[in-house]
């Protein structure tokens, strides 16, 4: 496959202690690339690593200036690493893939053939996954999650090796903590979004940063995203209804016993009802203040996608 005329490619790669794996991803994605005839950048990201990955990465970049590399003070983390490798990404189409090989760069050509077909994101499946049966289970388990929830289509909303179009992410608010749900948030925002089957290998070096806490992370940002995603610009609706049904239900209740005291003038053992209703309207009150709020906060607060290069201290381009 050859790209079109104009295509330019940017491999944006986030690193935490990969050193044995850096080379490797380099050759590989170079050697793919020579194949396509494309032109090219690989931003490599060293998200505070504790071994040489950043010397490997800095020895690339002084044989190659295609390569760039940013290092931070320390790990902040995958969504800050894509926010500063996107931040100088120059390509009209950009790949995030992970350090570690599992991802095969011999799939490149999959992504593009669903970009030319119309595609404005595409997420790799891995339909066959190299992992620990402990992180199968809780990747479907999520990913089943995410498809109920989110109402999506997509198999595996979380892997690491994705395609978009640079218009993409211009225009969609790139919510760092987020990373993990990128294409759902990118679904909400009406563009064409699709998968590929990518064939995964097993770990060769280094240690897995998946764990337990991960889990729940991504749990939370699901339901943040569910937020974001249908309430971002208007939180007032979501908050005033919770508030409307809360006060509803109490007021319901505090006239059901209001009845109940003019027509059999007594309540002893309906105080608990009572104490339920009055709790009900205080928080509906609550929630529909919290919304007003809310909404005023969003008036003030509309550009959240900027990167802070304060965590960065060096750039290498």
């Not at 490599?44 to 003070?73: A, P, W």
Request: charged content about 25%.
């Amino acid at each position: 496959m050859v790209s079109k005329k104009g295509t330019f490619l940017s491999f944006v790669i986030p690193a935490v202690n990969e050193e044995k794996s850096i080379s490797k991803i380099y050759k590989e994605i170079t050697s793919e690339t020579q194949k396509l005839r494309t032109p090219f950048e690989i931003i490599f990201i060293d998200d505070g690593s504790t071994d040489q990955t950043f010397l490997k990465m800095k020895k690339i970049h002084e044989l190659d200036k295609r390569v760039k590399v940013i290092k931070h003070r320390g790990n902040w983390g995958k969504g800050e690493a894509l926010r500063s490798g996107f931040s100088l990404a120059i390509g009209n189409i950009i790949f995030t893939l992970d350090a570690d090989l599992q991802d095969n760069p011999n799939d490149i050509s999959r992504f593009l053939k669903k970009i030319d077909a119309g595609y404005d994101l595409v997420v790799g499946w891995k339909k066959t996954r190299k992992d620990p049966l402990s992180k199968k289970i809780s990747s479907e388990l999520y990913n089943s999650l995410v498809r109920f929830v989110a109402g999506s289509k997509l198999h595996d909303v979380n892997c690491g090796f994705k395609c978009m179009k640079r218009e993409v992410f211009d225009s969609t608010p790139f919510f760092k903590d987020l990373f993990r749900l990128l294409p759902i948030i990118i679904e909400k925002q009406h563009f064409m979004v699709g998968e590929v089957v990518v064939r995964h290998r097993s770990r060769k070096y280094g240690k897995s940063k998946f764990g337990f806490e991960r889990s729940i992370s991504g749990t939370i940002d699901l339901l943040t995203v569910f937020f974001l995603t249908g309430f971002v610009n208007r939180p007032g609706r979501f908050f005033g209804s919770l508030g409307i049904a809360s006060f509803g239900g109490g007021f319901a209740i505090g006239s059901y016993i209001t009845y109940l005291r003019l027509t059999t003038g007594g309540i002893e053992y309906r105080q608990p009802l009572l104490f339920l209703g009055v709790l009900l309207m205080i928080v509906g009150i609550q929630f529909v203040s919290t919304g007003l709020l809310a909404e005023m906060i969003v008036r003030f607060n509309l550009d959240t996608s900027k990167p802070d290069f304060s965590k960065s201290v060096k750039i290498l381009d």
